[in-house]
C-alpha cells in the first residue's frame, strides 16, 4: 500500500504545497504566499480559458444527460434483438479514447467545411438569406465533440436504474388517470434520478479534464488542460502550471465525492408483495417512435464519425484528393513505428502490473479488516477523478530530481499508467470478492493451505472476468493515453498518442487516421489475447475425481 500513496498521492500533495510557495524553487520552501494564484487571476487569457471549460463542460452535461437519458429510456423499451447491436454501437466511444474521438471528428469537420463554401456560395444566390461561406473550428465543435463522447456514459449510468424499476408502476399511474407524459415526470424521473445525477456528474468530470478534443477541434478556443499545456511546454513555468492544474482538479473532485458519498445514498427501491408480469416501459406509438428514432440517429452519428477514420486512412489526401491508396500507413509506420511499439510494450507490462495489483489491493479491502481500511480503499480509487494534466505535472514535480529521478524513462510511463487506471481493476475486483462466500477461503485453510495459496488457487479463479476487466482497461487506457503523458514522453520514449498530437499540427490528417486505425486493431488483437491467456491461466489445473462404481471396484 506504501507504493500506492507514493505513486499516486506523494506527487499530488507535492503539486498542492509548493503551488503556495513564495519562491520560484519547485523543491525549496520558501514561505506561504497567494502570489501566483492572484497574479493568474488578474490574467486575462488564463480566466478566459477557465470560462471556456466551465461553459462547455456545463452546456455539455446538461445537453448530454438529457439526451442520454431519453436514449436510455428508448434503448430500454426495445426488444433484445434490436437493442443489443444499438448498444453495441453505442458503447463504441466508451472503449475508445478521447484522442480517437478528437481525430473523427476533426476528420468529418474538415471534409465538411472544404464543401460548405461552395454550397453556401450557391445557397446565396437564391436571395433567401445569406449564409457565412467560411466556417472553422471552435466552441461549437468542441461542445459538438463533447456531447457525442458523453452521452454513452450517461446512457451506461441510467440503464441499470430503469432495470431496476417495477415496471407496472407506470400502469398503476395511468390507471389513476396520469397521462404518459405525467407518469414519465411523477414516477419514472424520481426512479431513475440517481442514476441520472450520477451520469451527469460523469460528463462534467469528463468534460472538465479532456484534452484531446479541445487539441484537435477546439480551434481559437483553449480550456484549462490546453493552457496549462502551453504554460509547461511554452516557457515551461511550473509555478502558473500548478495553479492551473488545481484549478482544474478541484472541481473534478468535488464531482467525484458528490457522485460517491451522496447520489449512491439515494437509491429508490421497489418492493412488491408478489411477482408481477413483465411488459414494455413504453408502449404508446407517438411515444416510443420517436425514441426509437432518436436513438437510431444517436448510433448512426457514432457509425458516421468512427467511419470516417477507417476511410481517412485509405485517401491520398484528406479534404482535396479522396482516391484511394494504402500509402498513409507506409508513411504512418515509417515515422511512428518505434512509438507504436513503445506504446504496445509500456502499455501490456503497466496492464499486466496494474491489473495484479488491483486484484490483491480488492482482496485486501473486501476480505480484511483493519484500522484505516476505509480510507485506503476510498483513497485507491479517487485517482479516477484526478485529470490526467494534473497528474502528469505532478509526476514532473516528484520524481524531476534524486532520489526518484525518473523523468524522461520509461519507468516512469510505466508508473502513471499502472496507477492510473488501476482504480477500475479495483472496484471490479472488490465487487467480485464481496459476492464470494469466506467459508471457501476457510475451507482451504483447514485443508493446510495458507493465504497465499489460497489465494491463487481459490481466489483468482474466481476473479477471472473482474482481472480480464481490469486488465483489458488498463491497457487500452495506456496505449490511448495523451493528457496524462503528453507532459512525460522524450525521445527515447514517444508514444503513439503524441505522434498523432504532433501530425494533427502539420495538418497531416491521413497519417493520423491510419495511426488511430492501427491502434484500435491493435486493441481488438490484444483483447482477444488477454481472453485466450487469462482463461488459460486462471482455469481449473485438475478436474473433480469421480467415484467409482461397484463394479470398477470389483475389478
Known sequence: MALVFVFLYAPIVLLIVFSFNSGNSNMVWKGFSLHWYTKLFRNRIIMQSVYTTLLVSLLATIIATVAGTFAAIGFYAMRRRVRNPLMTVNNIPMMNADIVTGVSMCLLFVAFFSGWG??????????????????????????????????????????????????????????????????????IIPEIKPGIISGALLVFIQSLEDFSNPATIGGDYTTLSIEVYNIITGSYDMRKGSVLALLLLLPAVIAYLLNKYWVNKKSFVTVTGKPTQARKLIEEPHIKWPLFAFCLIVSAIIILFYGTVIFASFVRTWGVDFS??????????????????????????????????????????????????????????????????????????????????????????????????????????????????????????????????????????????????????????????????????????????????????????????????????????????????????LAPRSKVPQAKSKTEESK
Open 324 to 537: 484511394l491508396t494504402l500509402d498513409q500507413y507506409r508513411k504512418a509506420l515509417q515515422y511512428g513505428w518505434d512509438s507504436l511499439k513503445n506504446s504496445m510494450t509500456l502499455g501490456l507490462i503497466s496492464a499486466v502490473i496494474g491489473g495484479l495489483l488491483g486484484m490483491v489491493i480488492a482482496y485486501i479491502t473486501a476480505k480484511r479488516n483493519y484500522y484505516g481500511k476505509r480510507f485506503i480503499e476510498d483513497a485507491s480509487v479517487l485517482m479516477f477523478a484526478v485529470p490526467g494534466t494534473v497528474l502528469g505535472i505532478s509526476y514532473i514535480l516528484g520524481f524531476n530530481s534524486k532520489p526518484l529521478a525518473l523523468t524522461g524513462t520509461g519507468l516512469i510511463l510505466v508508473i502513471v499508467f499502472t496507477f492510473r487506471n488501476m482504480p477500475v481493476a479495483i472496484e471490479s475486483g472488490t465487487t467480485t470478492l464481496l459476492q464470494i462466500d469466506n467459508s471457501i477461503e476457510e475451507a482451504s485453510t483447514i485443508l493446510g493451505a495458507d493465504t497465499g495459496y489460497s489465494f491463487r488457487r481459490i481466489t483468482l479463479p474466481m476473479l477471472k472476468n473482474a482481472f480480464f476487466s481490469g486488465i483489458v482497461y488498463s491497457f487500452t487506457k495506456a496505449i490511448t493515453a495523451v493528457s496524462a503523458v503528453i507532459f512525460l514522453v522524450s525521445p527515447r520514449w514517444k508514444l503513439v498518442t503524441s505522434n498523432i498530437y504532433s501530425l494533427f499540427d502539420l495538418a497531416k490528417y491521413g497519417q493520423a487516421a491510419a495511426f488511430v486505425t492501427m491502434m484500435v486493431g491493435i486493441l481488438l488483437v490484444f483483447i482477444g489475447l488477454f481472453n485466450t491467456v487469462i482463461n488459460f491461466l
Open 118 to 187: 461552395s454550397f453556401a456560395s450557391w445557397f446565396n444566390t437564391l436571395g433567401l438569406f445569406r449564409l457565412p461561406t467560411h466556417l472553422t473550428m471552435g466552441f461549437g465543435t468542441l461542445l459538438i465533440a463533447h456531447i457525442t463522447f458523453n452521452i454513452p456514459y450517461v446512457i451506461l449510468s441510467v440503464g441499470p436504474k430503469l432495470r431496476q424499476m417495477d415496471r407496472n408502476l407506470v400502469d398503476a399511474a395511468m390507471d389513476l388517470g396520469c397521462t404518459w407524459m405525467q407518469a414519465f415526470w411523477k414516477v
